[in-house]
């Protein structure tokens, strides 16, 4: 779903290592907003400057992120190591551990999305039309096979990837986010595997 971005692809070790409310947080700040020290991330996420460096260095560890070489010892700078994060399920199948790890990221990443977008519901009537009438959400419903979940997944990352610098140089222009969930409606019905 990248294109030509950059990303990490999760495994076993880094799952596990993500899935902490912190480290999670931390990963998404750098990547949102740039490079920082352990400090100012601690003040940004409301905790301590120990806990976040050693959260860190943990991080550091498996490469979702990196020291930039700039700061000195006491005050480091870290950067995410990557824009984006990809996995597939079926990846952490054979691993427990990594697959329970996997589930409770995603789940911590809809909480967190659910919360921004909330964010937002509370401070759009302070914006401008235009951005009130195209910032929202939308539901939809169609039959596809999996192969067919692929491509259009692919296809909707390539509009993403095509967008995701467009506005550079327009003063108009602002960040969106935008969180993607794809799930079979008749849960209740898996295929045979």
Do not use: C
Not at 46 to 68: M, P
Not at 71 to 88: C, I, N, Y
Not at 141 to 170: F, K, P, W
């Amino acid at each position: 779903m990248t294109d030509s971005a950059d990303f990490i692809r999760l495994d076993a070790a880094t799952v596990k290592v993500l899935a902490h409310p912190l480290r999670s947080r931390l990963v998404g700040a750098l990547r949102l907003n740039g490079p920082s020290t352990a400090t100012a991330l601690a003040q940004h996420l409301g905790t301590n400057s120990g806990a976040t460096s050693y959260h860190l260095r943990k991080l550091a560890e498996v490469g979702l992120v990196v020291d930039t070489g700039q700061g000195d010892a006491k005050s480091r700078v870290w950067a995410a190591a990557s824009e984006l994060t990809q996995f597939e399920v079926s990846d952490f199948d054979d691993d427990e551990d990594a697959a329970t790890a996997l589930g409770w990221l995603e789940r911590d990443w809809l909480r967190h999305f659910t919360d921004k977008f909330g964010q937002w519901l509370d401070v759009r009537h302070s914006w401008p039309a235009p951005w009130r009438d195209r910032a929202g959400m939308n539901d939809d419903t169609v039959l596809v096979s999996a192969d067919q979940l692929r491509q259009m997944h692919d296809e909707i990352g390539a509009v993403i990837a095509r967008y995701r610098r467009v506005g550079q140089g327009n003063p108009d222009a602002k960040r969106i986010a935008t969180y993607l969930v794809f799930y079979p409606v008749d849960m209740d019905k898996a295929p045979r595997r």
